[in-house]
């Protein structure tokens, strides 16, 4: 199974457009435009994966720089996601000289 990313899909480009537009080039499992959770709108890019490498790489051949929903889109082959650096844990308290510890958030309940 590998799948390829496609990158410069036109923020019409479905799901199914794009299913539609790569089953030609072998077995075709999944067929994802990503989306934003925010807006809801594609974030212009998504992945195609097959059952074999050799369709994934003829699918690369005869879709790369073609055009898709009125756009020229760029395939390549996915990497995997590269993990976030670990950022330390964030203090909301401080020592002061004296020993006392403070707490940064201020507010009150009334």
Same mark, same amino acid.
């Given at each position: 199974m590998?799948?390829?990313?496609?990158?410069?899909?036109?923020?019409? +480009?479905?799901?199914?457009?794009?299913f539609? !537009?790569? !089953?030609? %080039?072998?077995?075709?499992?999944?067929? /994802?435009?990503?989306?934003?959770? !925010?807006?809801?709108?594609? /974030?212009?890019?998504? %992945?195609?994966?097959?059952?074999?490498?050799e369709?994934?790489?003829? !699918?690369?051949?005869?879709?790369?720089? /073609?055009?898709?929903?009125? =756009?020229?889109?760029?395939?390549?082959?996915?990497?995997?996601?590269?993990?976030?650096?670990?950022?330390?844990?964030?203090?909301? +308290?401080?020592?002061?000289? +004296?020993? %006392?510890?403070?707490?940064?958030?201020?507010? =009150?309940?009334?």
């Amino acid at each position: 199974m590998l799948s390829t990313k496609n990158v410069g899909l036109s923020r019409s +480009t479905t799901d199914e457009n794009l299913f539609n !537009a790569f !089953a030609s %080039f072998g077995r075709l499992l999944e067929a /994802k435009v990503i989306i934003d959770r !925010a807006s809801g709108r594609s /974030k212009g890019f998504g %992945f195609v994966t097959y059952e074999t490498v050799e369709d994934a790489e003829k !699918a690369r051949e005869g879709m790369n720089a /073609k055009f898709l929903d009125g =756009w020229v889109i760029f395939v390549d082959p996915a990497r995997p996601r590269e993990p976030l650096p670990r950022q330390p844990p964030k203090q909301d +308290t401080q020592q002061s000289e +004296t020993g %006392f510890t403070t707490n940064k958030t201020i507010g =009150w309940c009334g």
